[in-house]
């Protein structure tokens, strides 16, 4: 069964490194996600991207962050310079279409910022 | 703006007991409804779905009803298992946005033998 790969499966940075986190999305999807779920808080959005450009963002993607599809397979979500606070789960999500449409998620990255 | 409602876990049942999660959303629109599984060390994943009013969806004996006149789409199963145990996260995604999943802060189920 086709599945959304995410690398790596943990990382630990230090405040004010730069991260890449790294999803390999399902190969006939369309459009892409990123999601983040702090520790025991909800799971919130926060980019979708389609046809090499960012569709719609929250607020919380703010100019710290940026994304990519470097090579037609990859997708990527780049924090520049990182903060205590961007310590959570991040996902990854890929589906074929839109309203109605299965997102296929990844198992995530947990990324610690000490 | 959209947003959803769980009930807070952690929940513990013994096995064959019966499951509700409750759930309840504000949406702009006619949302489509979701309930997202997510097991120990894996990702999110669709349990099942519900895309209008009265639609029922369906899957691994879980079942939940699209009711619009409560703004409802309450998780249940009649007789839970050990391996049920997960997180569940209530999920819509709304007219005013196609791409973005709202979801709830999610559930902790644990199914004792």
């Known amino acids: 069964e086709p599945e959304v790969t995410q690398t790596p499966s943990h990382q630990v940075t230090q405040m004010g490194q730069e991260v890449i986190l790294r999803c390999v999305p399902i190969?006939?999807?369309?459009?892409f996600y990123w999601y983040r779920q702090i520790l025991g808080q909800k799971v919130e959005f926060l980019v979708s991207?389609?046809?090499?450009?960012?569709?719609?963002k929250s607020e919380i993607f703010d100019d710290q962050f940026s994304v990519e599809r470097p090579d037609g397979s990859n997708f990527t979500l780049k924090i520049r310079s990182t903060k205590l606070e961007d310590s959570a789960m991040y996902f990854c999500?890929?589906?074929?279409?839109?309203?109605?449409?299965?997102?296929?998620f990844g198992q995530g990255t947990r990324l610690t910022v000490v | 703006g959209d947003s959803v409602t769980q009930m807070e876990g952690p929940v513990t049942l013994s096995e064959e007991a019966f499951l509700t999660i409750n759930c309840t959303y504000t949406?702009?629109?006619?949302?489509?409804l979701f309930w997202y599984v997510q097991y120990p060390g894996e990702g999110l994943q669709l349990l099942l779905k519900?895309?209008?009013?009265?639609d029922k969806g369906s899957n691994k004996g879980f079942e939940a009803t699209y009711r619009k006149e409560t703004t409802s789409f309450h998780l249940e199963k009649g007789s839970v298992q050990v391996s049920d145990s997960a997180v569940y996260f209530c999920?819509?995604?709304?007219?005013?946005?196609?791409?973005?999943?709202?979801f709830g802060k999610g559930t902790l189920l644990t199914v004792n033998p």
């Open positions: 999500a890929s589906s074929e279409a839109l309203r109605g449409s299965e997102a296929f």
């Open positions: 190969s006939n999807h369309l459009y």
């Open positions: 991207f389609y046809n090499n450009e960012i569709s719609e």
């Open positions: 949406a702009t629109g006619y949302p489509s």
């Open positions: 519900a895309t209008k009013a009265d």
């Open positions: 999920a819509l995604t709304s007219g005013g946005s196609n791409y973005k999943l709202t």
